[in-house]
Structures are given as structure tokens and as C-alpha cells.
């Protein structure tokens, strides 16, 4: 089952802050952050494993509640290379290789 | 490393006719996915393989679809007979291991069927 991303799109101005979301009714063993630009293929951002601490490079960082089944990126003072449509990826079980893509959460960076 | 090679990267056919989407995973990744995108349905996985094996094909959409890994570095994904509705852009990604560690994604290859 696809896990459900919040919001779908927003839109913000340099140097601003965002959460995205994503829930999932399964148990989770990993979460895959992605961005894709347009026209571009995704990018991998991190993974967040079960029981893992929170994932962070430069202002993006990542959390994953286990209890609630739900991970949420923070972009912090938002660039606008950070423009695109951020896709989360949810694993369930160790051992499994692939990997369940939520419908993305479109950010637009305006200057 | 180059990344992860497809070819064609733009493909338009009419209906009926036979597609062969290719790819070249990145070397020393024993894993492979192909995934469809499309605006309606987002992104979605196809079939994926481990160490050239199909081990999930149950996103194949119907008999249509079929994908072979003969070795470790080149996998095809046909469709035959094609039609209007699969129109989308085809992913080939490679990992080295699936869940735990990230997937690399090739530029992928937009199918045009009329």
C-alpha cells in the first residue's frame, strides 16, 4: 500500500521553512527520501532505518517516529535549488528490497 | 562511474508495435528496478531483480510487459504489443543491496505510444 504524503504541494520564499510528510498503515523498517527535478530522474537524499537515530546533511534533515509509522523531511532556510518534487520511499522488513514511492510532495522555491 | 545507463532516452511508436527499453546498472549493484511514472499513478515498480533474479514481478501491469536480466550488467524491459496507455517514463535503478541502501536512478526513458 502507498504511503500517504502531506502536503502535496508548497510554495515558499528563500530562506523559509518546510516539513513533508509521510505516513504509512504498514510497519516500517526503512524510509527513502528522494528529489526529483523536472525532466530529471530522483536523487537520493537519506534513508532512515527502525531504530535508527535522525538523518541530516547541510539544512535537510529527516526523522522517523516508528510508533506512529510516519517520517517527516525538514528543510531548514530553504535554497531555491531545493525546488522539486520530493518523493518518500517506505520499506517494510529488513530483507525487503523494494521499496513503496508515496504520489511526492511538489516545493517551489521562490526568490 | 557512469551511473546507471538506458537507452533509448526518447522513444515514440504507434500502437501494436514492440518496445525494448534497456539498461546498464552500475557496477558491483546486484540489484535492479524498473519503476513506470506517470502523472496519474506517480511512481510505480514494475519488477525488480537480485543478483539477475526476478524476485517481485507483481506490478507487472499484464502479459504485455516482460523483463530479463541475462547478467549483471544489462536488463531489457519489452513491451508487446504496446499501446496508448503506457505511455510514461521508464526508471532503471540499481542498488547494492535494496532496502538498506539507496537506489541510483537512470535518466530514464520517455515512451511515446500513438
Known amino acids: 500500500q502507498q504511503p500517504v504524503q502531506s502536503p502535496q504541494a508548497v510554495i515558499l520564499r528563500e530562506g523559509e521553512d518546510a516539513v513533508i510528510n509521510c505516513s504509512s498503515s504498514k510497519a516500517l523498517y526503512s524510509v527513502h527520501w528522494y528529489r526529483q527535478k523536472h525532466g530529471e530522474a530522483p536523487v537520493f537524499l537519506m534513508i532512515l532505518l527502525k531504530g535508527g537515530e535522525q538523518k541530516g546533511h547541510d539544512k535537510i534533515s529527516a526523522s522517523f517516529n516508528e510508533k506512529k509509522q510516519q517520517s517527516s523531511l525538514y528543510l531548514t532556510a530553504s535554497q531555491l535549488s531545493y525546488s522539486g518534487t520530493y518523493f518518500c520511499g517506505t520499506g517494510v522488513g529488513g530483507s525487503a528490497r523494494q521499496l513503496t514511492f508515496g504520489s511526492g510532495t511538489q516545493l517551489t522555491v521562490l526568490p | 562511474d557512469a551511473g546507471v545507463i538506458q537507452s533509448p532516452r526518447h522513444e515514440v511508436t504507434e500502437m501494436g508495435q514492440e518496445v525494448t527499453l534497456r539498461c546498464k546498472p552500475i557496477s558491483g549493484h546486484n540489484s535492479l528496478f524498473w519503476y513506470r511514472q506517470t502523472m496519474m499513478r506517480g511512481l510505480e515498480l514494475l519488477i525488480y531483480f537480485n543478483n539477475n533474479v526476478p524476485i517481485d514481478d507483481s506490478g507487472m501491469p499484464e502479459d504485455r510487459f516482460s523483463a530479463k536480466m541475462p547478467n549483471a550488467s544489462f536488463s531489457t524491459l519489452k513491451i508487446q504489443p504496446s499501446e496508448p496507455r503506457d505511455s510514461a517514463v521508464y526508471f532503471c535503478?540499481?542498488?547494492?543491496?535494496?532496502?538498506?541502501?539507496?537506489?541510483?536512478f537512470g535518466p530514464g526513458t520517455r515512451l511515446t505510444v500513438t
Open positions: 535503478a540499481s542498488s547494492l543491496g535494496g532496502g538498506l541502501y539507496e537506489q541510483y
